[in-house]
Structure formats: structure tokens, C-alpha cells
């Protein structure tokens, strides 16, 4: 339970169809409902299945039994040795701006470090970028391009943070 009341915790199947709620939403707020993001990714509607894979892992937000965000790792293919992504980071939007973001991806590096990584990369949009600007403040840096094979043609920004 973070301070704010919020639950941090595993993913659950039953969490796929808010989560994917959830992360189409955002994008449709900022613009970026287009092919080449989650917003069209097929696996945004199984991300409980997703995360089954071995190196992965999903962490979900809930305040008072509703899904709010989430965020997770994941070991995406093409990566350096070592290096996961850092995936799926999204939260509703009442709830952005309070510190979970950034709580969600701490979280995120514990587990990361945990499971043997030590890189994490990012796919991101220009147009959020309140959460570039995050990512920055926790440490992630800007590539010239893109690093593995997320099947996310339409992020043109891409970050890497050693753990």
C-alpha cells in the first residue's frame, strides 16, 4: 500500500480488460491512438498472459478495488543481454501527477535488478511528455534510436537507464 492509499501489486487476469481500458484511454487523451503503439498492439487485451512470460513481470495500481494503471518489465526481443524494457507504463488520468508513476517504475527497477537485468529501455511518444519528463528524473537517458523489436514502429523516442 503506497501512502497515498494506492495498492501496488502482481497482475491478475482479471485485470486484462481495465488495464487495456486503461492504457487506450491515455492515449486517445494525447493524441495517440494510432497503429505502431499499444493502442493497436493485439497483446494490450492479454497482458496477464503477456506477463507469464519468464523475465517478465506486471505491476498493477488499485485504489479502492479498481484498476488504475500499471507498469512492468519486460525481456522484449532483439535486447542487449541483461537489458529488459521497461513497458506499459500508464495510469488513469486523475490519478497522474501524484507520485505512482514513479512509485510503479521504482518498483519496476527493484524487480529488474531482481531478475538479473542491468538496463532498462524504453519506446515513448514525444507528445507524453510529462512522463519523458519522468523518465529523465529517474535516471533514463536519450538514444539516438531504437534498440530490440517491440513492434512499436510509431515510438520515435527511446531511453536506456543502467540499474
Known amino acids: 500500500m503506497t501512502e497515498k492509499g494506492v495498492l501496488i501489486r502482481p497482475i491478475k487476469k482479471e485485470d486484462n480488460v481495465e488495464l487495456a481500458k486503461v492504457m487506450r484511454t491515455s492515449l486517445e487523451e494525447f493524441g495517440e491512438a494510432k497503429p505502431g503503439t499499444v ?11 503477456l506477463f507469464r512470460e519468464q ?20 525481456p522484449t526481443k532483439g535486447l542487449p ?7 506499459k507504463l500508464y495510469l488513469r488520468s486523475s490519478y497522474r501527477g501524484k507520485g505512482l508513476g514513479k512509485e510503479l517504475m521504482l518498483k519496476c527497477f527493484e524487480k529488474a535488478r531482481e531478475l538479473g537485468y542491468s538496463h532498462l529501455y524504453l519506446e515513448s511518444i514525444p ?17 539516438g534510436h531504437r534498440l ?8 520515435d523516442l527511446w531511453m536506456i537507464k543502467e540499474l
Open 39 to 49: 493502442y493497436t498492439d493485439p497483446t494490450t487485451d492479454r497482458l496477464y498472459e
Open 55 to 74: 523475465g517478465s513481470y506486471y505491476f498493477v495500481a488499485e485504489d479502492k478495488g479498481q484498476v488504475i494503471g500499471g507498469c512492468g518489465i519486460y
Open 81 to 87: 543481454v541483461k537489458y529488459a524494457e521497461l513497458v
Open 127 to 143: 507528445a507524453l511528455n510529462k512522463a519523458v519528463h519522468l523518465y529523465e528524473k529517474v535516471g533514463f537517458e536519450k538514444l
Open 148 to 155: 530490440g523489436d517491440s513492434g512499436h514502429f510509431s515510438c
